[in-house]
């Protein structure tokens, strides 16, 4: 799996250098056809982290499932309930509730890579894609998920919340969120999770160092904006097992 951070072309450029600096990785040359991608690349382990400059719409955060045949997991998707974007050498996808996802090559990718220091000795790892999802479609895109990925549920202390219990080696967790009836949106998004266990505070001030700002605090995360003004969490997880920490 890869995530890509999706930003408009105008804010592209704070997007990477925000991301780059908060997970520790260098920039790859830019690629595709108008320069729109580019790749975060750790000093150790595959890649697992990309941005891509957006020209339709606001942009957000998609999953990339690297599979041997596009064409068996994009069939597999569509009778899924996904329907078929395009096929720009890959296959882009929407599930049922309207988020991107795109069936892409698989070249061999599975070191995952090592956790960033903060200053306080303590880590953390950007490794959880939260899928924000409407509460009347909350059951179909959790079965969507796990029938796609063949990942078994994993139900959280949260009702709101379920995961996808990832196999060991890979470098995202997948965590469906049903939204509650003050959020106005009608179709699913998702966002990032950083792992950051003990050291959440030390988390928060590196990040806002690095342009964020701090949002709401919640059970065991705290809510920030990157500096294009997309939210992300900062989560009480172990940054090894991805799991929340019980102190």
Do not use: K
């Amino acid at each position: 799996m890869t995530a890509f951070v999706d930003r408009p072309v105008g804010t592209i450029a704070a997007a990477t250098s925000f991301w780059a600096a908060a997970t520790a990785t260098r920039l790859s040359p830019s690629r595709g056809d108008r320069d729109e991608f580019r790749t975060l690349v750790p000093s150790d382990g595959d890649p697992h982290l990309r941005v891509q400059a957006v020209t339709d719409g606001p942009g957000g955060v998609h999953l990339d499932l690297h599979v041997a045949d596009i064409e068996v997991l994009a069939d597999r998707a569509v009778g899924l309930g996904a329907s078929v974007v395009a096929r720009p050498g890959h296959v882009v996808l929407r599930s049922p509730g309207g988020l991107l996802l795109c069936a892409v090559g698989h070249h061999g990718e599975h070191r995952v890579p090592e956790p960033v220091s903060l200053p306080d000795g303590g880590t953390t790892r950007v490794d959880q894609v939260s899928i924000d999802v409407p509460g009347e479609r909350f059951d179909d895109e959790i079965r969507f998920w796990s029938d796609l990925t063949g990942w078994p549920l994993r139900p959280s202390r949260l009702p709101e919340f379920v995961a996808l219990d990832r196999p060991a080696g890979f470098p995202w967790r997948v965590l469906l969120h049903r939204l509650g009836d003050d959020d106005a949106g009608t179709t699913v998004r998702a966002h990032l999770d950083v792992a950051c266990g003990a050291s959440i505070d030390a988390a928060i001030d590196r990040h806002q160092e690095l342009g964020a700002e701090r949002g709401r605090d919640g059970v065991v995360w705290t809510t920030m904006t990157d500096p294009t003004g997309f939210e992300y969490c900062l989560t009480r997880r172990d940054p090894e097992t991805g799991l929340l920490t019980t102190t």
